[in-house]
C-alpha cells in the first residue's frame, strides 16, 4: 500500500511540471502579461515596463521563462511568498491576498461539502431503500432538478428572494446577500459570519446533494441486487447489520472515487457563487486577476488549482483500491 | 409453432421497444413536448414575437419612461433598462442560444465519435496519450478552463481568421466544440473497446469487413444510445457554458443586435437589488427549463437505449 502511494505520488511531480508548463504558456499567451501591464499602469514609462518584463522574465522562450517562474515560485514557498512577484496593479504582494482568498473558500468549501455529502448520501440511502416508491421517485426528480440548474441562476433567485423580494414583503431583510462581514465590520464575529454564509453554502450544497443523491442511489441499488446481499441473509444476519455493512459500505467504493474526481466540478460551482455572492474567496480573486490580466496573481492561483486537481485523482485511486478488496496494487 | 403464441407483445422491433421505453419516461415525454413548443416558439419568431429584438416600446401615455415597466398589457414580461420587451427578446435569446447549443454538440460528436473511436479500435500510445489529456482536462473547472482557453484562441492571430472574433458566435461554438468532444471520444472509447472483442465483431472481421465498415456499420449503431445520451448532454453544456460566459461578461457580443439567454440572465442581475423581478424570473426560468427539458430527454433516452438498466425497480 506505502509503495503504491509513494510511486504514484513520484508520478505527481512530473504531471504537475508539465501541466503547469502548459497553463504557464496558455497564461502568457492568453493574457499577454506585458499589454496587461501597461492596461493596469497607463503612466508606465519603457523602463518600468522593462522592469517588470524582466522580474517576471517575460523575455526569451518559454522554457527559459518557465523555469525562472518556477525557481521564484518554489522559493516564495519557504520564504511566505516574499520571493513571488507582485501584482501588477498597485505592486501589492500576492501571498497574504491569496492566502485569507483560500482561507474564505475552504471555509465555503469545507462547509458547503460536508454538508451536501451527508444530506446527499442519506437522500441516496433513503430512496434506494424502497426502489420505484414515493420517496424514491421524489428524491431522483428533486436530485435531477437541482442538477439541472445552473448555481448562478439559482444564486439571483436566491438573492432577489431572501433579500429583495423579503424585505419588500416583510420590512426586515432575511439574509444578506454580499460579502463575509457587512461594509466597515471591523474585528470576528462568529455569528455574522455564519448568516452571510448560509445563502452561499446552501446554494454549493445544493449541487453536491444533487450529485451525491443520484450516485448513492445506483450505486446502492446495484448491490441490493447483487448475489452476496442473498447470501448475507441467508446466513442469518440481521437486516440491520446487512444493511450498513455489506451494502452501504460496498456501494460507497464506486462513490468516493467518482468524488474524488469530481472536485474540479466543486471548484467550480465555488468560483460562480462567490462571484454572485461578493464573497472575497478564491473564485473572486481568480475574476479579478483574469480580468486585470494579472500574470503574477494568477500562476500562483493556477498551481493551487491543478495542485488540487491532481492530488484528488491520486486520492480517488488511492481510496478506491483501499476501500476495494479486489483491487490489486502492483 | 405453440411458441409463438402469446408472445406477440415481446415480437416487437428493438426500434419499437426503444420507443415504447421513451414514451413510458414521463419526464421526457413532457420534456419533449414542451422542447417542440419552444421550437415552435423560435421557428416562427416573426409570428410569435411582439417587438424586435432591439425595438423600444413606446407606451400610450407620454411623458412617461418606458424602461423597467412591469408586466402588462404591452409588454407581457415587462421591459429592460433600455425599454424593451422582455418576451420578444426571450425568443431572440432562445434561437441563438440553441443554435450554439445545437451546432456545438454535433460539431462535438463528430469530432468525439472519431477520436474515440480510433482510439478504441486502435489502443496503444494514441490511446494513452488520449485518455491522459482528456483526465486532466475534465478535472479542471470549467470555468477557470473555459477563460484560459478562451483568451488563448482569442490572442493567437493567426487563428482569427478561422476562429473568429472571440464575441462571435462561431468562436463560442469552437470553445464548447473544444471542452465538449472529449467526453464524447471517451465514452465512445469505452463502449468500442467492450464491443470489439464480442463474438459478432469478429466474424464480420473473418468475413473480410474493413475497419472503417466494422465502425459504421458494427460498433457506432451498437453504441448509439450512450452517443445520443451524451449529446443531449453536450446540447445542455453549451447552452449553460454560453449563458456562464455571458454572465461574467466573457460572452458573445451584445452589440450586434443579438441576444442569448445567457446575455438576458446577466442582465437580470443588475436587476435584482433594484428588485425589478420580472427580469429576473423569466429569463431564469426559461434557461432552466431548457436545461430541465434537454436533460429529461436525454435520461429518457439512456432508458430508451439501455433495456438492463434498473431504474425505479
Redesign the interface.
Known amino acids: 500500500m506505502a509503495r503504491f502511494v509513494l510511486r504514484r505520488l513520484l508520478w505527481a511531480i512530473p504531471?504537475l511540471l508539465l501541466?503547469t508548463f502548459l497553463?504557464y504558456v496558455?497564461?502568457r499567451?492568453?493574457?499577454?502579461p506585458s499589454e496587461a501591464y501597461q492596461r493596469s499602469n497607463p503612466r508606465a514609462n519603457a523602463a518600468k515596463i522593462k522592469e517588470y518584463e524582466e522580474l517576471n522574465n517575460l523575455r526569451g522562450n518559454y522554457i527559459n521563462s518557465y523555469w525562472g517562474w518556477l525557481r521564484g515560485f518554489l522559493q516564495g514557498l519557504f520564504d511566505g511568498g516574499e520571493s513571488w512577484q507582485r501584482s501588477i496593479k498597485g505592486r501589492r504582494e500576492v501571498w497574504p491576498e491569496m492566502k485569507d482568498a483560500m482561507a474564505n473558500s475552504l471555509r465555503l468549501g469545507l462547509a458547503a461539502s460536508f454538508i451536501g455529502v451527508t444530506v446527499g448520501l442519506g437522500l441516496g440511502i433513503f430512496a434506494a431503500l424502497r426502489?420505484?416508491g414515493l420517496r424514491?421517485?421524489a428524491v431522483?426528480?428533486g436530485a435531477?432538478?437541482a442538477?439541472?440548474?445552473?448555481p448562478?441562476?439559482s444564486a439571483?433567485?436566491a438573492?432577489?428572494l431572501f433579500?429583495?423580494?423579503w424585505s419588500?414583503w416583510f420590512g426586515h431583510t432575511l439574509l444578506p446577500t454580499s460579502g463575509v462581514y457587512p461594509a466597515g465590520h471591523q474585528g470576528f464575529d462568529l455569528w455574522l459570519m455564519v448568516k452571510h454564509m448560509i445563502l452561499p453554502v446552501s446554494i454549493v450544497a445544493i449541487q453536491i446533494i444533487a450529485v451525491y443523491a443520484r450516485y448513492m442511489r445506483a450505486s446502492l441499488?446495484?448491490v441490493l441486487?447483487s448475489d452476496y446481499m442473498r447470501t448475507a441473509r441467508a446466513k442469518g444476519i440481521s437486516e440491520r447489520r446487512v444493511l450498513m455493512n455489506h451494502a452501504v459500505r460496498n456501494s460507497m467504493i464506486p462513490v468516493v472515487t467518482v468524488a474524488a474526481?469530481d472536485?474540479?466540478?466543486i471548484?467550480?460551482g465555488l468560483?460562480?457563487t462567490e462571484?454572485?455572492f461578493s464573497y472575497p474567496g478564491m473564485g473572486d480573486f481568480?475574476?479579478t486577476a483574469?480580468d486585470n490580466g494579472d500574470f503574477p496573481q494568477l500562476m500562483p492561483f493556477?498551481v493551487v488549482?491543478v495542485t488540487t486537481?491532481?492530488m484528488?485523482?491520486l486520492l480517488a485511486d488511492v481510496s478506491y483500491a483501499w476501500l476495494d478488496p479486489r483491487i490489486r496494487l502492483d | 409453432m405453440i411458441a409463438t403464441e402469446g408472445l406477440t407483445l415481446d415480437s416487437l422491433s428493438p426500434r419499437q421497444m426503444a420507443r415504447r421505453r421513451y414514451f413510458k419516461h414521463k419526464g421526457a415525454l413532457v420534456s419533449s413536448v414542451v422542447m417542440a413548443i419552444m421550437v415552435l416558439f423560435v421557428l416562427f419568431s416573426p409570428l410569435t414575437t411582439r417587438y424586435g429584438v432591439n425595438e423600444a416600446i413606446f407606451k400610450a401615455e407620454p411623458g412617461h419612461p418606458n424602461s423597467y415597466l412591469s408586466p402588462r398589457s404591452e409588454a407581457w414580461f415587462g421591459t429592460d433598462d433600455i425599454g424593451r420587451d422582455i418576451y420578444s427578446r426571450m425568443i431572440f435569446g432562445l434561437k441563438v442560444s440553441l443554435i450554439i447549443g445545437i451546432s456545438a454538440a454535433i460539431f462535438a460528436t463528430i469530432v468525439g465519435v472519431t477520436v474515440g473511436s480510433i482510439a478504441g479500435l486502435r489502443g496503444g500510445r494514441f490511446d494513452d496519450l488520449l485518455m491522459r489529456v482528456t483526465d486532466i482536462f475534465l478535472a479542471f473547472p470549467f470555468l477557470v478552463a473555459l477563460l484560459v482557453v478562451r483568451n488563448f484562441l482569442g490572442e493567437l492571430d493567426f487563428l482569427t481568421p478561422i476562429v473568429g472574433e472571440r464575441t462571435s458566435i462561431r468562436f463560442i461554438i469552437l470553445l464548447f466544440v473544444i471542452f465538449g468532444w472529449m467526453g464524447i471520444a471517451r465514452l465512445v472509447r469505452g463502449s468500442v473497446l467492450a464491443l470489439k472483442e464480442r463474438e459478432f465483431i469478429e466474424a464480420a472481421r473473418a468475413l473480410g469487413a474493413s475497419n472503417f465498415r466494422i465502425v459504421f456499420r458494427h460498433l457506432l449503431p451498437n453504441s448509439i444510445g450512450p452517443i445520443l445520451v451524451a449529446l443531449t448532454n453536450t446540447v445542455v453544456g453549451a447552452i449553460i457554458g454560453e449563458a456562464t460566459l455571458s454572465f461574467f461578461g466573457f460572452g458573445p457580443d451584445a452589440g450586434s443586435g443579438d441576444t442569448s439567454l445567457g446575455l438576458l440572465v446577466s442582465a437580470s442581475r443588475r436587476a435584482v437589488t433594484a428588485g425589478f423581478w420580472w427580469m429576473v424570473v423569466f429569463p431564469c426560468t426559461l434557461l432552466i427549463l431548457v436545461a430541465l427539458c434537454v436533460n429529461f430527454i436525454g435520461d429518457g433516452l439512456r432508458d430508451a437505449t439501455d433495456p438492463k438498466l434498473v431504474h425505479g425497480g
Not at chain 1, 499567451?29 to 499577454?32: A, D, F, K, Q, Y
Open positions: 504531471t501541466v497553463v496558455a497564461i499567451i492568453g493574457t499577454n426502489p420505484g424514491d421517485t431522483n426528480t435531477f432538478v442538477f439541472s440548474i445552473p448562478y441562476v439571483i433567485l438573492q432577489l433579500a429583495v423580494m419588500r441499488l446495484e441486487n474526481i472536485i474540479g466540478a471548484l467550480g468560483i460562480i462571484r454572485v481568480f475574476l483574469f493556477m488549482i486537481v491532481i484528488f485523482n
